[in-house]
């Protein structure tokens, strides 16, 4: 932990509200912190808590429609909140700088890389114009970049996601700030980037001695990187601790329910320590403490009077007067429900598929001849990183895009490659609930009407059945009937993918088809959805293809789990079989790659730069640690079974593969299991 030397950061008493209707709402309420010198402060909490607003006062930020009620903000005994726009200006990227979460929306995308910090250098007289380049080189070479004019040269649609993250991070490193401020820089990214990132920013702060502020709600990455960590709920800091003490020993029942919704990736339980109750509803604060309607501890006047952020112990503040009373975490919770078995029939069929994109020297191959099968009332995960080629395979299945080749049966019957080709029945018995429900929810039309088109599509003989169908589907995912009359800028990001949900299930599909519809929520919420889906698996018998990079959740809820690289299915079993030894190498790597709390980090050392192996050979050749040599470059992999359903593709034997594997992040022995020869 960094020495509490005099603080670099501090900030007392920060009120800010923003503007709702002809009234304002105070959405950050008395928050107190500071930061030293080289250490990392994470801000965590629910979406709506007021995290990203409190960083965003670290830079001077005002919106338009916001106000700041009250506070100081000292950066080296200067408060940001009392500086005209030019003082701002010399402020931003000289003494604090900025990570935003989306690098795509925050880099320009019709000018270079390389140009955006050469403006950035300008703007703040960091050299001249000849110097420049080489002051860029260096700032790439720093975050891991490519330090080649060539590099430079390129446009933020020619990186990968990990890439124009790295651009960002460089940007912020241009002028030698003395504090970043970090906004979710790692929420989408696969587990192997995320991973790359947090190395990255724990090598910069090794080397720079600079301070952060990492807001996110990831938890689990915050606890392998952060120093100390504040958790936010409805606007107010509830507890503020070293990161060992507060997952060792969470004490704020707040904090006690984010822990405990934390999906595991190191066990099979499938439950929460402790479940939160509830969403966080704004509109409806007690004036006493925010997190009394949904603690189990509440008393009458936890309802009436504001706790605040007291002292308990040497190095650990929590604004609850029951915490000696409540004690440790206990497990608690229900199991989610258990599933159905699955039926022996093949609901969908996937045979040798391929699909490319572009033509000529353009061609993308993002799937090769991938053969998979879901039945009914089975979850079949998706898992690999970016670029893998799991949304292709979905959109494929949807026929959003046609395979080049290979088949695709639902319910024996053989579906056209184009959707548009495919029978009113077929394209009801399989719906996609999309990655992003604010951009796939119509913003004009409320909840109702968004529920209401896809039944009188699919039923036009039953629409006098549409109004209960509505509410029966509301129900389904735990949304009030009130919510019919809402529009989406009216819910919360959970409340929206419920909704996004409800829509699949109005069309009563055999077959959802998820996307990553988790990776933009908090871990409550995250949960709630989890137990959703679990729920409508066991009382409706719903098969899904669940897409995802993130294992934990993977491992809550698939049945069985396909593993794609570069378009290459590499790895298939069941659930248990594909997380217990023997994994393919990059199986392993991604295990790897999982935060999880008090996980200890390993070292990279052994990692392969990527090269450009032949398609010939293994996709995964040039990034594997275990590569054998030539051949694994050279000639297609066989696949090894065990006869028990674990299927890898590599040239490894089993034994061999399994006496390679150790329990990934752990120091205790890998779960092994028999294989057959």
């Keep these: 932990m960094a020495e509490r030397r005099h603080p670099l950061v501090e900030v007392s008493g920060l009120a800010v ?108 007289g960091q050299g001249d114009a000849a110097a420049r380049p080489a002051r860029i080189a260096e700032l790439f070479g720093l975050v891991g970049l490519p330090d080649s004019p060539d590099f430079a ?26 504090l970043v401020v970090l906004d979710e820089p790692t929420t989408g990214l696969d587990v192997t980037t995320q991973e790359q990132i947090v190395e990255l920013l724990v090598d910069l702060r090794a080397r720079l001695s600079m301070s952060m502020l990492y807001v996110t709600h990831d938890l689990a990455l915050l606890s392998q990187l952060a120093d100390r960590i504040g958790v936010m709920y409805a606007g107010r800091m509830v507890e503020l601790s070293a990161t060992p003490d507060l997952f060792a020993d969470p004490r704020h029942p707040y904090t006690q329910g984010l822990i405990g919704a ?80 699955a039926a022996s029939g093949a609901l969908l069929e996937i045979d040798a598929v391929s699909v490319a994109y572009g033509r000529g020297q353009r061609r993308f191959q993002a799937l090769r001849d991938v053969s998979l099968d879901v039945r009914k009332g089975e979850t079949v995960a998706l898992v690999g990183e970016s670029g893998s080629g799991k949304s292709t395979l979905a959109r494929a299945i949807a026929g959003l895009v046609a395979p080049e080749t290979g088949t695709v049966r639902l319910a024996g019957s053989r579906l056209a490659p184009a959707v548009k080709g495919r029978t009113p029945e077929q394209r009801r018995l399989i719906q996609f609930v999309f990655q992003n429900p604010d951009a796939s929810l119509n913003p004009r039309a409320t909840v109702g009407t968004t529920l209401t088109r896809p039944h009188d599509f699919y039923f036009p003989d039953r629409t006098s059945e549409t109004g209960s169908r509505i509410l029966s589907a509301l129900a389904d995912v735990r949304l009030d009937q009130a919510y019919a009359r809402r529009y989406p800028d009216q819910l919360s990001g959970g409340e929206r993918q419920r909704v ?147 299927a890898i593709r590599c040239h490894h034997s089993l034994d061999d593969l399994k006496r390679r594997a150790t329990w990934p992040g752990d120091v205790e022995a890998m779960p092994q299991r028999r294989t057959k020869r």
């Design 17 to 124: 509200s923003y503007r709702q209707g002809g009234g304002w709402q105070r959405v950050v309420e008395g928050v107190d912190f500071d930061i030293a010198r080289g250490e990392v402060l994470g801000l965590v909490g629910e979406s709506g808590c007021g995290k990203s607003t409190v960083a965003l006062q670290l830079l001077g930020y005002r919106h338009p429609a916001m106000r700041t009620d009250a506070g100081r903000i000292s950066l080296e005994g200067t408060d940001i909140l009392r500086l005209d726009r030019t003082a701002l200006d010399r402020l931003r990227g000289e003494t604090v700088s900025f990570v935003p979460q989306n690098p795509t929306t925050a880099l320009n995308p019709g000018m270079r890389v390389g140009a955006q910090i050469d403006e950035s250098l300008a703007a703040h």
């Design 262 to 341: 934390i999906p595991r990736i190191d066990g099979t339980d499938r439950r929460p320590s402790r479940p939160l109750r509830g969403l966080l509803q704004r509109q409806s604060l007690p004036k006493g403490c925010p997190f009394a309607p949904r603690c189990d501890f509440a008393l009458p006047r936890c309802f009436e009077e504001v706790q605040l952020l007291r002292p308990h112990g040497p190095a650990r503040k929590i604004a609850c007067w029951r915490v000696d009373e409540i004690g440790p975490a206990q497990e608690a919770g229900e199991a989610l429900p258990p599933p159905l078995p």
């Design 500 to 646: 996004a949900i409800a829509r699949a299930l109005v069309a009563e599909p055999s077959l959802l088809l998820c996307d990553e519809i988790l990776s933009a929520l908090d871990v409550s919420v995250q949960a709630s959805i989890l137990a959703l889906l679990q729920r409508l698996k066991s009382e409706r018998g719903i098969a899904m293809l669940f897409i995802s990079h993130d294992l934990a959740v993977v491992r809550m809820l698939a049945d069985r789990v396909a593993v794609l690289f570069r378009g290459d299915v590499v790895e298939t079993g069941t659930c248990a079989q594909v997380f217990a030894a023997p994994f393919h190498p990059y199986t392993h790597a991604l295990l790897e790659a999982v935060p999880a709390p008090r996980k200890r980090r390993r070292p990279a050392a052994g990692r392969r730069a990527e090269t450009s192996a032949s398609r010939a050979g293994c996709a995964y050749a040039g990034r594997c640690a275990w590569q054998i040599g030539a051949i694994c470059e050279t000639e297609a992999p066989p696949w090894r079974s065990t006869g028990e359903g674990l």
């Design 153 to 178: 040269q390129r446009y933020p649609h020619q990186l990968s996601g990990g890439q124009q993250q790295r651009v960002c991070i460089a940007m912020a490193l241009a002028c030698d700030p003395k």
